[in-house]
């Protein structure tokens, strides 16, 4: 078995986005910029922020949050993103979702600059994916696609079965993982909590991405011998073991399905840091208008 590690590439991407930054500052260039906006005080939403801000601070990215509460009106927020979409020296931004019930997050989302989407969840980058056309993309799946990259994991031919349909895993990985793009030219089966014979299908994976939020939900005795597993799942659970009080669990039973995998992704310490990297690279892109031209 060989151990993804999160923790490694992630530093290493880093270390090449700070110098990038580095040859920024000495052309004089400003230096790349991602703000986020976060409603309320989710324990989890709270640690994605902090650590997002704590990676532009490493990579020498300014970085602004803005925090509303709860009872904010989706005017209020829609009035926010308009503000970021018109502030030249903001170059991305993030909402953190989930936000309250009583705020649509299709139309914040929807309301956001594309050429600023830097999580890659307007409907404008999510299409320009599709087809194969410069987007952002989200940034889990770009960093599974890292991963890939870097370990140099083929997936040409392949048979990949992706577990979970959501618009920000699932549904983009299933995409990316079956154009014609290396990594890519996989054969994908996009597998979702109505797919019957589930073990079945999943046994003949080459490439398994769990992505459904069901803690060890994949065992040993789903998975053959060889296959390469990509375990996206994060469920935060109580522990008196750790200081926080909470450990992060992923979908994975990892003990044993280690022991059949050729590669496989921890948690922690895997697909989650690449996650914050993407959104690093995307800013970057971002201020160097490499997907969108600047205006
Ligand atoms: P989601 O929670 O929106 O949806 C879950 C999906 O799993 C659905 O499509 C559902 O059909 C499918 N599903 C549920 N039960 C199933 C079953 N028994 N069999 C087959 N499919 C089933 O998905 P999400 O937002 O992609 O989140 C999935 C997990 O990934 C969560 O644990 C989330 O915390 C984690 N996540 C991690 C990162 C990261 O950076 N590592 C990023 C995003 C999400």
Known sequence: MNLIDGNKISAEVKDEIALEVTRMKERGE?????????????????????????????????????????????????????????????????????????????????????????????????????????????????????????????????????????????????????????????????????????????SRADIVIAALGNPEFLTADMVKDGAVVIDVGITRVKSEKTKSGWKLIGDVKFDEVSQKASFITPVPGGVGLMTIVSLLQNTLKAAKGEIYPKK
């Open 30 to 202: 400003k230096v790349p910029h991602l703000a986020a906006l976060i409603v309320g005080h989710d324990g989890a939403s709270e640690t994605y922020v902090g650590n997002k801000e704590k990676a532009c601070k490493q990579v020498g990215f300014d970085s602004t949050v803005i925090r509303f509460e709860e009872s904010v009106t989706e005017k209020e927020i829609l009035e926010k993103v308009n503000e970021f979409n018109n502030n030249p020296s903001i170059d991305g931004f993030i909402i953190q979702l989930p936000l309250p019930k009583h705020i649509s997050e299709q139309k914040v989302i929807e309301a956001i600059d594309p050429r600023k989407d830097v999580d890659g969840f307007h409907p404008i980058n999510l299409g320009r994916m599709v087809i194969g056309l410069p987007a952002y993309v989200s940034a889990t799946p770009a960093g599974i696609i890292e991963l890939f990259k870097r370990y140099k994991i083929e997936t040409s031919g392949k048979n990949v079965v992706v577990i979970g349909r959501s618009n920000i895993v699932g549904k983009p990985i299933s995409i990316l993982l079956s154009q014609k793009a290396s990594p890519g030219d996989a054969t994908v089966t996009l597998t979702h909590s109505r797919t019957k014979n589930l073990k079945e299908v999943v």
